[in-house]
């Protein structure tokens, strides 16, 4: 069973704030990635991360930033937020190793809605 | 061609019947395949990984790995209304080892 939080789950924020949504997984995982889905739409990848001290940006084009200090963590930033950073946010970790087939395992999600 | 194409749906299929999933890769070199499950408003839950060629059966779900033609499906079998959700093809390519998924396929069982 996967271990992998987000929080806040939910968040209303007006124009210009700077928010950072956090994500943190208790089972080691060396790699971890960001995910931003409309409602209805694809997964798209914005962010990936193989270990400490390492992070990409995906395939997604994205104003937000992300940092990997410790293994377990993996938040992403967005200094300031517009409406059209409204989505959900899903983080997920994965490990070839304990995983078998490197599997990954998602986490419940941050829906961001900016006004 | 997108690397990983899955037909949106909604494939509806009565309460009871087999509902069968279709995904296809474009990377010939790709060694691991995943089907997710997804319902409105939450993340998306592993259903079944499969690596080897052929059928991996867990429950009500059958994964089909079919290299040669490269295409994976997902059975569920005595489909059920709370099978109702958007199911997501996962592939690992080969060289870059990107898991890329497929836009996925609305299902609706209809009770």
């Known amino acids: 069973e996967a271990d992998i939080y987000q929080t806040p789950r939910y968040l209303v924020i007006g124009t210009g704030k700077k928010i950072t949504l956090e994500c943190s997984q208790t089972?080691?995982?060396?790699?971890m990635y960001w995910y931003q889905q409309d409602p209805g739409m694809e997964l798209h990848l914005i962010h990936y991360s193989y270990g400490v001290n390492s992070t990409e940006k995906g395939d997604l084009s994205s104003e937000s930033t992300v940092s990997r200090i410790r293994t377990e963590h993996f938040p992403l930033t967005l200094e300031s937020a517009r409406p059209s950073h409204t989505s959900q946010y899903l983080c997920?970790?994965?490990?070839?190793?304990?995983?078998?087939?490197?599997?990954?395992?998602f986490g419940p999600g941050t829906r961001l809605t900016v006004l | 061609q997108k690397e990983v194409e899955q037909n949106s749906g909604p494939l509806s299929v009565p309460e009871g019947a087999i509902a069968s999933l279709n995904c296809t890769y474009s990377d010939r070199g790709s060694q691991s395949f995943f089907w997710y499950r997804q319902y409105s408003g939450k993340s998306p839950e592993l259903i079944m990984s499969?690596?080897?060629?052929g059928d991996k059966e867990d429950g009500r779900f059958t994964a089909q790995l079919n290299k040669a033609s490269q295409y994976v499906s997902l059975l569920i079998r005595d489909s059920q209304p709370s099978d109702s959700a958007t199911y997501l093809c996962?592939?690992?390519?080969?060289?870059?080892?990107?898991?890329?998924f497929g836009t996925g396929t609305r299902l609706k069982v209809l009770a």
């Open positions: 499969i690596y080897s060629n």
């Open positions: 997920a970790s994965s490990d070839p190793l304990r995983g078998g087939l490197d599997t990954q395992y």
């Open positions: 996962a592939v690992i390519t080969s060289g870059t080892y990107k898991y890329i």
């Open positions: 089972m080691g995982h060396d790699k």
